[in-house]
């Protein structure tokens, strides 16, 4: 139930994430083909970044009292909001399951690096340790029960065509990878998964991988549509190699694949904020 959460932070958030970093995005300065041979070189092309370099994500799932749930959802709006972006944090996403676990709902931030939560937290930080306390026992009145752990966005092994487009919706896929058998999962990805979705020309869909805090053998994707009316359309691997090419596929996954579960998540927007955009500061 935990770990199906989790990538529903694929949405705006993701984006934010991963195109903010030219080494990420694959940014670089281009130089014309028929440039003079005086002219000063161009930089090097940004190298492909490395596993460790790309963007980690803190995850919280947190499972409301349903009799709080109205209680809960103006104290983000009111209470945590304000506070956490006094403390300094600049973006917060959050999701809730559409189909599946009821009151659930995941809550995401980037990480930096780990070393910053050697400091304070930014509860902390906003309101003091006296005040921060009193904080946090409010807030754990509303909680049934609550789990957070770190996962890693493989931007690799992601598909984003248009980082603009508007996806506030996502089929997540939980998948319990075999020891020692991740590497065929990549290329699984790499190589029938994504050519797929380009034929198609889908919303795409984003990889993440575990940290801390789960299964550290885990890989999540998250494919990601404009509404639930997208759900009808079924796999994009059955659409686009149909049903025989596809059931092929997936037994090429008995052994590297020990579980795989499947649930239905969208963005609750009015529960996060993020940084504001340059045409939205004019």
Same mark, same amino acid.
């Given at each position: 139930? #935990? ?22 995005? /694959?940014?670089? +300065?281009?130089?014309?083909?028929? @440039? ?5 070189? @161009? ?24 009799? &709080? ?5 103006? *104290? ?10 006094? =403390? ?6 959050? *999701?809730? %399951?559409?189909? /599946? ?5 995941? #809550? ?6 780990? @070393? ?31 789990? +957070? *752990?770190?996962?890693?966005?493989? %931007? ?10 508007? &996806? ?15 590497? !065929? ?8 998964? +994504? ?14 991988? =575990? ?6 053998? +885990? ?17 994009? #691997?059955?659409? @686009? ?30 529960? =996060? ?6 045409? !939205?500061?004019?």
């Amino acid at each position: 139930m #935990i770990r199906r959460i989790l990538v529903a932070c694929t949405f705006g958030f993701l984006l934010g994430v991963v195109y903010s970093s030219p080494v990420l995005s /694959g940014d670089q +300065t281009s130089v014309p083909k028929s @440039a003079p041979a005086t002219q000063p070189k @161009a930089p090097a092309a940004a190298k492909p970044a490395t596993t460790a370099q790309m963007p980690l994500v803190g995850v919280t799932i947190v499972q409301i009292k349903p009799e &709080l749930l109205l209680e809960w959802q103006d *104290f983000q709006k009111n209470e945590v909001i304000p506070t956490l972006q006094k =403390g300094g944090v600049k973006q917060r996403s959050v *999701f809730v %399951t559409a189909i /599946g676990p009821s009151f659930e709902y995941a #809550i995401l931030t980037p990480i930096a690096n780990y @070393a910053e939560r050697d400091g304070d937290s930014p509860i902390v930080k906003a309101l003091g340790q006296e005040e921060a306390r009193a904080f946090g026992q409010k807030n754990r009145r509303f909680v049934a029960s609550q789990r +957070t *752990f770190s996962t890693r966005v493989r %931007t690799d092994l992601s598909y984003l065509p248009d980082p603009n487009a508007q &996806l506030p919706v996502a089929v997540v896929s939980n998948y319990s990878i075999a020891p020692g058998r991740a590497t !065929e999962f990549e290329t699984y990805v790499k190589t029938d998964m +994504t050519p797929a979705h380009k034929q198609l020309k889908t919303g795409g869909f984003v990889v993440y991988q =575990g940290q801390f805090g789960g299964d550290g053998n +885990t890989f999540i994707v998250a494919t990601l549509a404009h509404d639930f009316a997208e759900l009808d359309k079924g796999p994009a #691997i059955v659409r @686009a190699y149909g049903q025989a090419r596809a059931t092929a596929l997936q037994q090429k996954l008995a052994g590297i694949v020990t579980h795989v579960e499947r649930t239905v998540v969208r963005e609750t927007p009015e529960y =996060g904020f993020r940084p504001r955009t340059t045409s !939205e500061n004019r």
